[in-house]
């Protein structure tokens, strides 16, 4: 089990990274075979799986979405654990919540994460 102290760090680190807008370290938190699933992927980029795999698919998804939303800013709001995933709960892009799951493989990676918003 993720410990709460590990997972509030995590979470702190993440949105930090995010709020950056520095591909660099955001990439940090993912590993090279990261699979992510979200609407945003449909939304923007068309792609009706709503999923990427494999880290330069989703640097290059990514990178592009950063220039879409210059001002990006997400606003933690809560943190949850599993076994070997946390869900980290926010305020995302166009003052939607967000819910992102989070599993991490056993070097502390992220391998897959789904990403859930209100509608």
Same mark, same amino acid.
């Given at each position: 089990?993720?410990?709460? *102290? &590990?997972?509030?760090?995590? $979470?702190?680190?993440?949105?930090? /990274?995010?709020? /950056?807008?520095?591909? !660099?370290? @955001?990439? *940090?938190?993912? /590993? #090279?075979?990261? !699979?992510? &699933? &979200?609407?945003? @992927?449909?939304? $923007? +980029? +068309?792609? #009706?799986?709503? /999923?990427?795999?494999?880290?330069?698919? =989703?640097?290059?998804?990514?990178?592009?979405?950063?220039?879409? %939303?210059? #001002?990006?800013?997400?606003?933690? =709001?809560? %943190?949850? =654990?599993? @076994?070997?995933? =946390?869900?980290?709960?926010?305020?995302?892009?166009?003052?939607?919540?967000?819910? !992102? %799951?989070?599993?991490?493989?056993?070097? +502390?990676? @992220?391998?897959?994460?789904?990403?859930?918003? &209100?509608?």
């Amino acid at each position: 089990m993720i410990s709460k *102290e &590990t997972a509030e760090h995590f $979470a702190n680190t993440w949105i930090a /990274s995010w709020n /950056s807008h520095n591909m !660099e370290h @955001i990439l *940090e938190h993912y /590993s #090279d075979d990261i !699979e992510i &699933t &979200t609407p945003m @992927i449909k939304l $923007a +980029g +068309g792609i #009706d799986s709503g /999923s990427l795999k494999g880290k330069q698919a =989703v640097a290059d998804y990514w990178t592009r979405a950063l220039h879409k %939303v210059p #001002d990006l800013h997400f606003e933690l =709001v809560d %943190v949850t =654990v599993c @076994i070997h995933s =946390v869900a980290l709960y926010y305020k995302s892009i166009m003052n939607k919540m967000a819910i !992102e %799951v989070m599993f991490f493989d056993a070097q +502390g990676k @992220i391998n897959r994460m789904f990403a859930h918003y &209100t509608m």
